[in-house]
């Protein structure tokens, strides 16, 4: 039988097969050798590159499976793994560039232009240790090129025989996956039915090896790395749960995983060789939290247009090894890289990113929240809904106790790429996950400017929930509803990052002023928000808690004027007024360019959502009434929304009075009880630019 299996096709002659193979490779020498030479980055002929992808490589493979069916399935593997590897920007393997890393370890990227002989040995240095796991942007491209024809042909063929993959879940539409995925489901599904088998199953195993490796005292100093911790009991709680992440989901987050620890992996690397970059100040950066869905994404755009500032862009948090340059950061390879690596999202589900792009955009070279480093940490914002409302990683990433590891690995990834392209004044970060770790946060950040964003949370929760449904419905089984378990796992969600806000500032209030007292305020720059009656902000409507001594430790540099509080309904009025209230806030100078860079971008951003899809949120969309948020929510609402907060009172006194309240409710959704009676103008003509 292994004769047989192994036994060469008695009708191809090996001699002629090597014969024709090796003139076959002569004849084409040109192109081999202007293919080897793309790796050094130089711009290839888009012609060349589809004539290798969809002729040389297909021909290869083709002669191998000819010359036996064993061998061409080794070779294939062999391929697969040698030349494809998972990164952190793409759900699928994509070119690793194994040549490239031996031309770069080689040292022959080192350009001696003007530099001196201690500068090039600091070249030499960083080209020899750094992990440069770099893809040729142009070999993924090809590579591109050669499969995603296949898969939307094959997807197409199926849209026409079986129906859309489009994805429904009551009110909420979705993109499902494409065709070929849907099948590796179903196979995954029959044998976990008939054979107790799962065709996907992620071994947490496999990465803690990375991890082990990451856990330096270059990145940590004395605190414990937990990002194996995390990632074990998400992939624990995945497998138990198919019906919210299928094989393709899997399929999908293990792939991402090994690209977020091979990026931080690098960093590791990169510092051991370069310790000194431990010690590069990171100085009053300006940090917005708050809730999501408050138009935080908004303000951190107005507020990049001050070219004093850095902020972080999503192909640098992804490829930040070696650190970009200012010289070249706007035409950085990578930039391209990262783009193409984006795109192969859309051989799992067509049309997601242009779906997702409705709540929120992501380009290569977009200015990002810095969620995607914590996530790297295995702070799964958004991913964790896949574990369910009881999970054993829900527990562990609610906790606020062990998340500093966290924040001291973003520390190090900013002082990295300051290394290279230090801001004039300060960094800009943003990240609503930020909310749920305030105090490790600040504990890394002791200096930091915090901008807390505000808005109704009757807005918040639908908005998130119907995001979190069109981001992760590729993960699911599209048979599952997902709107019941997300909309109730987004107001755990927001209820614990607001109660935590809240609370910090309390605390912070009591430790500044008088410790310990029953009634406190904090001083609001911001004091013309819509919302509010006076300049402070009362925190004496908290329910009384008990802080842990480490906690209050912790807070005793923290001063109460570090935060400010900014309202949606402010912010969409009047957003120059609200940059200009932050900046003078903070005693930071606002030039007449950073002016009028927001004047025109508020300009674009005008023209953009006039041609963007009107999104409506809605509580019955999710299943959710008033009244069920403002039980929630009723300490929030007291502190930030007085008047909203008197009129859901009242409701909700009528209502124990009367059953037949439940249809006051659905009506009182629709009627915001705020001081602007501008609000639902306001709201439904700037809801989609405000992110």
Known sequence: MTETLFAINSTIDIQQFLFDFISFTFTHSSFILYFMLSLQDTPIDLAFRRLFSCTLL??????????????????????WRTFLSPVAFS??????GLLKKIIYNTGVQIKKISKTKSELEVDKKKSKYADLHSVNPYVVAAYLQLITPLFNFVNYICDLIFGSTLTRYGEVEATGVSWLFYFVNCIDNFFKKRAKFNLVYVNPRQYESKCNQIATKEIFNELEDLTFEGIK?????TNKRPEFCTATGKIIYKNYFHGFLDTKLSIAKYLKFFPEICDIPIRKPLIIIGLPRTGSTFLQQLLAQDNHARHLRFWEMNMPIPPPRKETYFTDPRIEQVQQGLKSSELVSPGYMKACAIFHEIKSGGIEEELIVLQTSGLLFSHYYLTGQYSDYKKWFFRDDNKQFAYRYLRRLLQILSSEYKPKTHWLLKAPVHSLWVDAMMKEFPDACVVVTHRDPRHV??????????????????????IPLFSHLTLDLTKEMAKRIMEYRKNLSQLNNSPFSSTTSITISSSSSSTLNSSTLNLSTLNSSTF??????????????QFIDVMYEDL????IGVVKKIYNHFNMPMTTKFENNLKDFIQQSKQKRNSTPKVEHTLPQIQLTDLEIFEQFENYYKCYYPKTYNQLLNLKNNNNNNDNSVGESSI?????????????????????IIV
């Open 58 to 79: 297909p021909y290869f493979l083709i002669k191998c499976f000819s010359f036996n069916i064993i061998f061409g399935l080794i070779i294939t593997c062999f391929l």
């Open 91 to 96: 759900p699928l393997r994509i070119p690793s």
């Open 233 to 237: 009991l998400f992939c624990e709680d």
């Open 461 to 482: 929760i639908p908005s998130w929930t119907k995001f979190q449904t069109q981001m992760l419905a590729v993960y699911t089984d599209r048979s599952t509803n997902l």
């Open 548 to 561: 842990s001594d480490s906690l209050l430790e912790s807070q005793k540099q923290i001063k109460s004027n």
């Open 572 to 575: 969409v009025s009047d957003p």
């Open 668 to 688: 009182l959704h629709h009627n915001h009880f705020d001081n602007n009676n501008n609000y639902n103008k306001i709201d439904q003509n700037v809801t989609t």
